[in-house]
T-cell receptor, first 108, second 114 residues
């Protein structure tokens, strides 16, 4: 699997959009970008995934650059309950390999 | 209804003991996994089973033995526990094998070896 690089931490104001970057410059053509998050003391939770096109669901939006070397997860209106570690994972079918992720703290 | 459940939630034991962690999923999925999250918070896959067949074994010591009595259950038995086994163990399930199918995680079992 291609490796990903994420900032270790970021803060976000409640009610504002949170933009979480992820670099995956060695991604290959058949690898997807997946995002999971882990709220403190809980199991990871799936958020969204994409291959080439931008994706949106009820939780978030995923913007993938045209060259696919980076992506951004957008939480449109962050709430205190969105405080968690967010993992960007590049997957080619075999398994999920979690990195260190980005610790996002949403502040009131 | 809990989709993926694990028991116990907490497990404290002495070095050298043998212990088991149980996992059950009611999602009707064919694939189940065990992950380990150590003190540095890295989450690593240990095993995956598909239809009761072992698919992934990530060079885990053979003191760890998964058992899948049926598709809905994947238990983890650990022999001769060591201090380094202290971690949070997460069970997960997905419909198909591999990372491309959404995985649903249980709440975790915090194992402390004294």
């Amino acid at each position: 699997d291609a490796k990903t690089t994420q900032p270790p931490s970021m803060d976000c104001a409640e009610g504002r959009a949170a933009n979480l970057p992820c670099n995956h410059s060695t991604i290959s053509g058949n690898e997807y970008v997946y995002w999971y998050r882990q709220i403190h003391s809980q199991g990871p939770q799936y958020i969204i995934h994409g291959l080439k096109n931008n994706e949106t669901n009820e939780m978030a939006s995923l913007i993938i650059t045209e060259d696919r070397k980076s992506s951004t997860l957008i939480l449109p209106h962050a709430t205190l309950r969105d405080t968690a570690v967010y993992y960007c994972i590049v997957v080619n079918d075999y398994k999920l390999s979690f990195g260190a992720g980005t610790t996002v703290t949403v502040r009131a | 209804d809990t989709a993926v459940s694990q028991t116990p939630k907490y497990l404290v034991t002495q070095m050298g003991n043998d212990k088991s962690i149980k996992c059950e999923q009611n999602l009707g999925h064919d694939t189940m996994y065990w992950y380990k999250q150590d003190s540095k918070k890295f989450l690593k896959i240990m095993f995956s089973y598909n239809n009761k067949e072992l698919i992934i074994n990530e060079t885990v010591p053979n003191r760890f033995s998964p058992k899948s009595p049926d598709k809905a259950h994947l238990n983890l038995h650990i022999n001769s526990l060591e201090l380094g086994d202290s971690a949070v163990y997460f069970c997960a399930s997905s419909q198909d094998i591999g990372g491309l199918d959404t995985q649903y995680f249980g709440p975790g079992t915090r194992l402390t070896v004294l």
